[in-house]
């Protein structure tokens, strides 16, 4: 699986918008971008993924590069339950190949 | 909605021991995946099972096993437990013909003294 860079950490003000970016200049055609992200203590939840277009859930939004060497993963309005790591990740195998975790973004939240 | 169920939720065994780490699936669910993740690192694919046969091999120790049954659930057996294999253990589901992500576990950790 291709390699992916984000910062190892940020921090934000609660109720502010968060942008997460990730880096994949290596990015292949049939790469899937997911995000997960991990709250302390707690397995790794799924949050978006996206191939080409811009995709939005009720979790957060997902904006990807024309040239999909990065990505954004945008939280509208932060809040303390969204402290967490968040990874990066590209999937390309079959539904049964195991997820490569990276290193993630460490989200502060400051209340 | 039901989660992935995984047993025990602390562990504690002595170096050179055995343990058993078991993971029930969302009903439905296909593939279940093991992960270790150990203090201050981040989730290490280990192995990943469909349709009770193995799928695709990480990182896992030769000391390990794991296998899938007929009713979807997994076990992970660790045999001659290292102080190193100390760590958080998630299980996962999916369906296999699905991107839309992974479901993880609470994960079970396990402290080797």
């Known amino acids: 699986d291709a390699k992916t860079t984000q910062p190892n950490s940020m921090e934000s003000n609660e109720e502010e918008p968060v942008h997460l970016p990730c880096n994949h200049s290596?990015?292949?055609?049939?790469?899937?971008i997911h995000w997960y992200r991990q709250l302390p203590s707690q397995g790794p939840e799924y949050v978006i993924h996206g191939l080409t277009s811009n995709v939005n859930n009720r979790m957060a939004s997902l904006a990807i590069a024309e040239d999909r060497k990065s990505s954004t993963l945008i939280l509208h309005r932060a809040t303390l339950r969204d402290a967490a790591v968040y990874y990066c990740?590209?999937?390309?195998?079959?539904?049964?190949?195991?997820?490569?975790f990276g290193k993630g973004t460490h989200l502060i939240i400051q209340p | 909605a039901a989660g992935v169920i995984q047993s025990p939720r602390h562990l504690i065994k002595e170096k050179r021991e055995t343990a058993t780490l078991k993971c029930y699936p969302i009903p439905r669910h296909d593939t279940v995946y093991w992960y270790q993740q150990g203090p201050g690192q981040d989730p290490q694919f280990l192995i990943s099972f469909y349709e009770k046969m193995q799928s695709d091999k990480g990182s896992i120790p030769d000391r390990f096993s794991a296998q899938q049954f007929s009713d979807y659930h997994s076990e992970l057996n660790m045999s001659s437990l290292e102080l190193g294999d100390s760590a958080l253990y998630f299980c996962?589901?999916?369906?296999?013909?699905?991107?839309?992500?992974?479901?993880f576990g609470s994960g079970t950790r396990l402290t080797v003294v």
């Open positions: 996962a589901s999916s369906l296999e013909e699905s991107r839309f992500g992974y479901t």
């Open positions: 990740i590209l999937y390309s195998g079959g539904g049964a190949d195991g997820l490569t």
């Open positions: 290596t990015i292949s055609g049939t790469d899937y």
